[in-house]
């Protein structure tokens, strides 16, 4: 019985983590041609959803790694 609370809970926990992260991640995409910091929200909504998903986390990184080439002033392509 308490292996299933435990599923169950963990399953909660994945569909409020992916409801939360993909409505800031689609907020952050509206900022693109919306008035806001689409720029520092992407990001948030990402790393949230990189908590659950692979292919979120490596999607930060490359923001990650775009964004520093952009402070160090390499903004071309590579």
């Known amino acids: 019985m308490k292996h299933i609370v435990l599923k169950t809970l963990n399953q909660a926990k994945r569909l409020v983590v992916t409801v ?37 986390r490596k999607l930060l990184v490359a923001v990650k790694e775009r964004i520093e080439r952009l402070r160090n002033g390499g903004g071309g392509q590579k």
């Open 20 to 56: 939360i992260g993909f409505t800031i991640l689609a907020a952050g995409m509206a900022m693109i041609v919306l008035p806001g910091p689409a720029f520092i929200v992407i990001p948030i909504g990402l790393a949230i959803l990189a908590t659950e998903f692979i292919w979120a």
